[in-house]
């Protein structure tokens, strides 16, 4: 893993953006009796693919334009109290040369009502799907469809600001990272006892065994380069994602840089949909994708 470091990061369009980063480097066999279990699973996997097609041709047409600068991925399901602020944030503090790319996970809390009633251009794009399945393949959706130099994600709820999102890409966008990631521990923004302290622990395992010296593994805010994204082999469906996309990262030794992000938790009344089986299922993702 290639090991960098950059200072005063510019930011864009923000007086709030920081210059903190942070450098980073890194140091089967299907039995006969599991045959069922890998035909549900390729059939699940094409049942998917067929799912996203039906979302990709009910959606409005896609006017093509010249590359955009970055594309932010906008997964969301039932987020109806938190999304138009995100939306609304958005617009203000991203570049012109952005798209926005919304995936409507099959909510159900009147968010695809609201989303409808929105106008849509060639840099506001949403897409509905007509099942639930999960953030990561929403996350894989986006990306498919996006157009900028670099892909960056933001969650739909208000835990991360989408100013902060602007510091993530800045290094991706001025060619320094290949990938960045916003970390809530560079700067002690996630003083949750028992949050933080699983984050910790997942990020040092992942750590581990890809090589890298993360300090936020599992953050919503990462920024990629739009190829190395686009052209990257994404399977998981949830919260895996993260591990998921991490390992990969490490196996294609891509640069990557941390930079600090806040971070205001919200409680699972609020709507935070992580559980905890989301962190058993990331060390089972850890251990399957620890070759890339």
Known sequence: ?????????????????????????????????????????????????????IAEATSPARVEEAVVDISVIVPVFNERQTLPNIIERLHQVMPVSTEIIVIDDASYDGTTQWLEDQSQTDKFRVIHRRANHG??????????????????IQDADLEYDPADLLRVIWPVLDGNAEAAYGSRYLDGQDRSILGSAVNRTLTALSNRITGLRLTDMETCHKAFEGDLIRGMDLREPRFGFEPEVTSKLAASDAMILEVPTRYERRSYAEGKKIQWRDGIEALACMWRYRNG
């Open 1 to 53: 893993m290639s090991v960098s470091a950059i200072t005063d990061s510019p930011s864009i369009g923000d007086p709030t953006v920081g210059s903190s980063t942070h450098a980073l480097a890194n140091g089967g066999t299907t039995l006969p009796e599991k045959q069922t279990d890998s035909n549900h699973d390729h059939l699940l996997e094409q049942i998917e693919q067929t799912m996203d097609l």
């Open 135 to 152: 953030k990561g393949s929403a996350v894989r959706l986006g990306i498919r469809h996006s157009r900028g130099r670099v892909v960056a």
